[in-house]
């Protein structure tokens, strides 16, 4: 696992969203019409940016696996912070869903757990690569990093499947909400 670097955003995007192109949470999100695959991977240059600023972009050694964290503890609202949630509305959200956005974040937000962690936004591996260990072996390097750092890891996930497999390294669904769709807050404990 390596630190990603600014050159490697095409690439983290690129995988992100191939990985997430059916995800009933990133698409309850981007506005769907004929630009829905723009949108798509306007949401993952967006989340990559916010991960460069305030946690971790990571890449499996290999290239092909991929994970972003943001660390809450250290976001915080800069110009470059604002100016981006500006870029997304405009460009992914659409006007026409910014309360329904905002709504979900608010009624996320209220249920996510508050203690020092890792927030595990995203993780995806190239689709042509998926069932082969590469996602397993970037949640390990990932799961040891948070331990040294002290950290709890936390998600949410709307994939029913993942749930076994996040469950499988330590995780444990502490809590559900319904938004047309279930997501599920997967917490791993110290």
Do not use: H
Not at 35 to 62: A, P, Q
Not at 69 to 89: A, H, M, Q, Y
Not at 111 to 132: A, C, H, T
């Amino acid at each position: 696992m390596v630190n990603a670097n600014y050159q490697d955003r095409d690439l983290v995007v690129d995988i992100l969203a191939s990985s997430f192109d059916n995800n009933k949470s990133v698409n309850y999100i981007i506005k769907q019409d004929n630009k829905r695959n723009l949108r798509l991977k306007e949401l993952m240059e967006y989340s990559f940016d916010v991960c460069y600023l305030f946690g971790k972009v990571l890449l499996t050694d290999d290239k092909k696996g991929c994970a972003l964290i943001v660390l809450p503890d250290k976001k915080k609202n800069t110009f470059r912070s604002i100016k981006l949630d500006i870029k997304l509305i405009f460009s992914c959200i659409g006007i026409s869903n910014v309360r329904k956005a905002l709504d979900r974040e608010a009624r996320i937000k209220k249920l996510q757990s508050k203690e020092l962690m890792y927030y595990l936004w995203f993780i995806g591996v190239d689709p042509r690569d998926q069932n082969k260990g590469v996602g397993s072996s970037l949640l390990k390097e990932i799961i040891k990093e948070s331990e040294s750092d002290k950290r709890d890891i936390c998600l949410e996930t709307s994939s029913l499947k993942n749930i076994s497999w996040y469950q499988r390294f330590g995780f444990r669904v502490y809590n559900k909400l319904e938004l047309g769709y279930e997501l599920f807050f997967l917490k791993r404990s110290l």
